[in-house]
DNA sequence: CAGCTCACG
DNA sequence: ACGTACGTGAGCTGT
């Protein structure tokens, strides 16, 4: 077999392996603060290529400096390019240890490039007939691919590797390894910071290297090209084009004085590796090193356990004040969710059981229920309503592995414990899927031992993981956050899913049956206006009748065919009856099908109520969300729908419904997280906030009136400045010119300019930090921000900008219900808080108690926290949900 | 299971 | 040259 040789591209490798890990970067740091991400990730794809590949010689080739041939040559080469922080620069002499440990060389030439070393390396090989892989993080090195090497490139972290043959290159792009130069010659490279030919891309570059071979093919063939701005551009650039291809081809013969014999790979030095690991911290590389190694799969450490029965009950008392519990619903859906078991302990001894019964027994129900015994659990909310199905007041939970975990990173949200917990680095504990198995294979195991160890090992990962969630929270200045918000947040969103909203089924059905009418009269037309039946419901189907049998002009397209979404049909439907009729369709089947049958499915038979889950833990920006069903979609804008809210009535007799909600609050977040003075005046003087933007940006003098399009737009640009503005998306919404709409954000930035300057800092913290936060310090990262790619990065951008806005409102409306359900208890009202819709809180309440509300509601929403403006609270109340009025 | 469409703030 | 406004959940079709 041929020899085999490993070139890695060091610093890239590094780059990526940082920026991956980036937003968890505070979790990456040993005992002497050097942050270890890069270093770790280095690690985790060295183990990834050698599960895979077994080299006879290995090297790691690094840059030296800044200075290069190409920069001699050109001196803008990689200009522009931001500092690289210092957390990333202070690894990098880790990482070279680690490469010598784990037994390879290692190599850098003053004046040249990885890619250099690499490049004549990698041409060596092929010459003395080695078989070579090439590992990087930058595409750019895929014009080495050839018969004999290969080049993984990694992709989304750094294990996760797309491998370039000259196959693989010819079919992505079309053409040859080495016309990849040719490619990024005419196209240019924003990163390394040379320009290509004006106005040509990738598309373009490989049209005409497919066509003329190379860049020097077009030059020589460049008469027959029809004329052109292209063409132009080409002659013009000539000298340009052909010393980017310099710049973009890497040396097959640098002056590399190392050989390939020198650079034989002699496998790991495992006590240096323990060393370093120790020193790094890296504990889940430690453990795998000291257990045998054929099987350091997924073994846990043991865990003894007790099972609980009625006879050994007095065991539970023994616990002291403090242990986790963990009660195991196998569906996720904990209001109806079968019992299967549960645990609860700490270090000093682990219970289990298979029997819910024993909950209720005294000793268990007495630790559960008792606020001095501090309980640690995952997802609190679930355990609050299951021991409550079970007639259990669960008390004294301090910590929720799942809600901090998720507030340290918003992405780490995963149900499942042993997921969550491997995150954290924490690996004592397997995955559900891991031990019930997945699909309609999932069961509880009847085994015992099997099931009990699991039970333990996830109370168990719970309270050892304690103390470092903490020690983040704090460290992120989120203990608050967690503590005074968060946590009582779940006790509050608890009794409102217990509670649930009651729901008339019979009103349902009525609407339902003539809903059922109006559709089959709907679907015959549309039958006959196309000349034959077909399943509207399908929109392959109906742009089959619509843009071929039909021949109307086809407005968009999606990935897979035609588009016929709502903005399309609307501008077909005065060229043809047929599309009012699908629009008509489509609105009634979704509510038939979403509203009427959807509902009706999840009324529990028991109680007549809707018992909805808040998932806590799931949004980016910390808003709640809401399933099974979802009670925060319920149709209002159109009047056919906002008839479904009929259907939602007051759970007792003489009740009624009772609703307040903030006005503009995420404008006026905006004109508090600004300072934009113009705005911040407009809300004090208790302005219609869109007119008086109207006003603004269009230059009305204060006695002209505002039309109500003026307002229309305004109101558009307002929505436009909180998601993260573009003229063009502007410019389609309210249906002006793209100029029109470039000219309407000027404006508004003239007029706010403090808002001007919060989104371009807050976009400059989030490339510095690499996530944004909210009033509470709630946190997103953005781990796009610094992307390559355009469309990855803008959208970052945006979400940079709307996510404090948005997260911001969330955490008033969370701070408000918990001070709402706190009044309610201290005036003994009856009242109940049912449903929250992101700037909307909905009650239930006896008729009497409709004036206590209609003043203690707004008080309380609009005194959460206080901004540098005011807060509007407006209240409505009515019968049912559909009858609310002022 | 992904993609499309559409309900809400 | 990119591909367009932020955040969600659910039902349906078709591979």
Redesign the pocket.
């Known amino acids: 077999m041929a020899k085999q040789l490993l070139l890695i591209d060091g610093n890239s490798i590094v780059f990526r392996a940082f920026f991956a890990m980036h937003n968890q970067i505070d979790k990456f740091t040993n005992k002497d603060g050097l942050h270890t991400a890069a270093i770790y990730g280095f690690k985790l794809m060295l183990d990834h290529v050698l599960a895979n590949f077994h080299p006879d010689a290995a090297l790691v080739a690094f840059d030296a400096g800044k200075v290069t041939f190409r920069t001699k040559m050109y001196g803008d080469y990689k200009g522009g390019r931001s500092k690289t922080p210092e957390e990333l620069t202070e690894q990098l002499p880790y990482v070279r240890e680690l490469v010598k440990d784990s037994g390879l060389h290692s190599y850098e030439l003053k004046g040249y490039e990885a890619d250099d070393i690499i490049g004549t390396l990698a041409k060596e090989g092929d010459d003395a007939g080695y078989e070579t892989l090439i590992v990087t993080g930058d595409r750019d090195l895929t014009q080495l691919a050839s018969e004999h090497t290969t080049v993984a490139v990694t992709h989304k972290g750094v294990t996760d590797t797309e491998h370039y043959t000259p196959e693989h290159v010819q079919e992505k792009l079309g053409i040859t390894p080495a016309q990849i130069i040719d490619m990024k010659a005419l196209m240019g490279d ?1 990163s390394d910071n040379y320009p290509g030919v004006t ?6 570059a490989i049209k005409l290297v497919k066509q003329f071979g190379s860049v020097e093919g077009i030059y020589e063939n460049i008469d027959k090209l029809k004329k052109s701005k ?1 063409k132009e551009h080409l002659i013009e650039e000539e000298k340009i084009a052909r010393q980017c291809k310099t710049l973009a081809t890497i040396l097959r013969d640098a002056p590399v004085e190392i050989k390939l014999a020198d650079l034989e790979y002699k496998g790991p030095q495992t006590e240096k590796l323990i060393d370093f690991y120790q020193k790094m911290d890296f504990q889940s590389f430690l453990k795998k090193m000291a257990v045998s190694p054929d099987d350091q799969d997924t073994e846990t450490a043991p865990i003894e356990y007790t099972e609980l029965t009625a006879d050994n009950l007095d065991l539970v008392a023994k616990l002291g004040d403090r242990g986790s519990f963990y009660l195991e619903m196998p569906d996720p859906n904990y209001h109806t969710s079968p019992f299967a078991g549960f645990a609860l302990g700490n270090d000093k001894q682990w219970l289990v059981s298979r029997d819910p019964e024993l909950l209720k027994t005294p000793e268990l129900k007495s630790w559960l229920t008792d606020s001095k015994i501090k309980k640690d659990v995952f997802n609190a909310k679930a355990q609050i309503v299951g021991l409550n199905r079970l007639g259990i007041a669960l008390d004294g939970i301090d910590f929720d592995l799942l809600l901090a975990s998720y507030l340290l990173n ?1 992405n780490d949200n995963s149900n499942d414990l042993g997921k969550l917990a491997h995150e954290h680095g924490y690996d004592d504990v397997q995955t559900d899927e891991e031990v019930y198995g997945k ?1 309609a294979k999932r069961a509880i195991p009847d085994d015992d031992q099997l099931f009990f160890q699991h039970l333990a090992n996830k109370a168990r990962a719970i309270e050892q993981l304690r103390p470092q969630l903490f020690e983040q929270l704090k460290k992120n200045e989120q203990l608050p956050l967690y503590t005074d918000i968060e946590l009582p947040l779940t006790q509050v969103l608890a009794k409102m899913e217990i509670t649930g909203v009651h729901v008339d089924a019979q009103t349902l059905k009525n609407m339902g049956s003539k809903l059922t009418e109006r559709l089959t009269e709907i679907e015959e037309q549309i039958y006959q206006e196309a000349g034959e039946e077909f ?1 509207i ?5 109906l ?1 089959k009748i619509l843009f071929e049998k039909l021949k109307l002009p086809v407005i968009k397209k ?12 609307e501008k077909l439907a005065p060229q043809a009856p047929i599309v009012e009729n699908i ?1 008509q369709y ?2 009634i ?7 009427i ?2 509902l009706l ?1 999840v009324i529990h038979s028991s109680d007549q109520k809707i018992h909805t889950r808040y ?1 806590q833990t ?4 910390g ?1 709640l ?6 009670l ?7 009047p056919e ?2 008839l479904i809210r009929q259907a939602f009535v007051p759970s007792h007799e003489g009740w009624q419904i009772f609703s307040s ?2 006005s503009q609050v995420e404008l006026r977040v905006l004109a508090h997280i600004t300072g934009d003075h113009n705005l911040q005046e407009d809300f004090k003087n208790g302005e219609d906030i869109h007119a008086s933007t109207a006003r603004r940006i269009f230059h009305l003098k204060p006695d002209q009136e505002i039309d109500r399009n003026m307002r229309r737009r305004a109101k ?2 307002n ?12 410019a ?3 249906h002006v010119s ?1 100029s029109q709409a470039h000219e309407f954000i000027q404006n508004y930035f003239k007029e706010f300019p403090k808002v001007k300057d919060y989104i371009h800092n807050t976009i400059e913290f989030a490339r510095q930090n690499g996530y944004v936060e909210t009033i509470t310090h709630r946190r997103r990262y953005l781990p796009d921000i610094n992307a390559k ?3 990855r990065r ?2 970052a951008e ?2 940079a900008m ?2 404090p806005i ?1 997260g911001s409102a969330a955490d008033i409306i969370k701070i408000a219900m918990i001070k709402m359900q706190d009044e309610l208890e201290k005036r003994q009202l009856k009242a109940k808080m049912l449903l929250q ?4 809180l909905v009650f239930e309440a006896p008729k009497e108690e409709i004036p206590v509300l209609s003043k203690l509601v707004p008080d309380v929403m609009d005194s959460a926290v206080k901004l540098s403006v005011p807060l509007k609270v407006d209240s409505k109340y009515g019968d049912t949900w559909y009858d609310l009025k002022k």
Not at 720 to 727: E, F, N
């Open positions: 924003t106005k040509i891309g990738e598309k373009t292209m918003t699909g399943n419901n399908s929109t392959k189907q742009g999606t990935k897979t065919g035609y588009s016929t979404a709502v903005d399309v049909l629009l489509r609105q089947s979704k509510l038939q099908s979403t509203y049958k959807g499915k998932l799931l949004t980016q920006t808003r969300s809401s399933v099974d069903p979802n925060q979609n319920i149709p209002v804008r159109l729908g906002r909600d903030y558009a640009v929505f436009g400045i909180v998601y993260g503005i573009s003229d063009y998306g502007l389609q919404r309210i793209r790619s355009f469309s803008s959208f945006r979400t709307n996510t948005q819709i992101h700037d909307e």
